[in-house]
């Protein structure tokens, strides 16, 4: 082999060198994040009220404003209703929520971070709540919860008021007018009569005598 063939196949050989270091080295650098471990556990039950819902990936996450932004992670009963404040603390490889659930039931955990090569990784995590001590149930909203804004309370429809049945006082039957007059010329027609016949049988018996 003359000299100038061994010099390029030695340039070759060292830029496929080169060539499979730098993939090597660039494809973890620009692998996602993947989740390793989560609270609560996908399909799991929780009995008890965990103090935070964590999801936690296997490297760290990117959280260049260091306000969260892009990270999220909402809890949904069966009806559609969500629970919690909406905000999330970014730590390392993991993301946390303040824990909050309503009735017991399925829920649906949704998650999303910002994986460290700068793009948005989320998945899904189904359980179920069976809660000992049902007070640490809290009420659902209608809207996804955002961070720093008061969640609008349950709208509470009151029952409208039926109006009270009066009963009326029984109707007073009324003389109609001309009643009274009617029965004093019935009474003077009598009492005419009355005297008039009094009067015949006085007149009769002196006729006798």
Not at 50 to 70: H, K, R, S, V
Request: glycine fraction near 10%; charge should be negative.
């Amino acid at each position: 082999m003359t000299k100038g063939l061994r010099q390029a196949s030695a340039l070759s050989t060292l830029a496929l060198v080169t060539l499979a270091l730098s993939l090597g080295v660039a494809a973890p650098a620009s692998a996602h994040n993947y989740l390793v471990e989560s609270t609560p556990t996908e399909g799991g039950t929780l009995t008890e009220l965990p103090e935070q819902f964590i999801i936690t990936t296997n490297d760290d996450l990117l959280d260049l404003g260091a306000d969260a932004g892009g990270f999220a992670l909402q809890v949904q009963d069966t009806d559609g209703l969500y629970y919690g404040d909406g905000c999330v603390l970014v730590d390392g490889p993991s993301m946390t929520a303040e824990a909050a659930l309503g009735a017991p039931g399925d829920y649906l955990l949704t998650w999303q971070v910002v994986s460290i090569d700068g793009h948005t990784v989320s998945g899904e995590i189904p359980f179920a709540w069976t809660p000992d001590d049902i007070t640490e149930s809290s009420a659902g909203s209608q809207t996804a919860p955002v961070c720093g804004e008061a969640t609008p309370e349950p709208e509470i429809t009151e029952p409208t008021a039926e109006p009270e049945e009066t009963t009326a006082p029984p109707a007073t039957a009324e003389e109609e007018p001309g009643d009274s007059s009617d029965l004093l010329w019935i009474g003077g027609a009598i009492a005419a009569v009355v005297v008039a016949g009094a009067v015949t049988m006085l007149v009769l018996s002196r006729k006798k005598k």
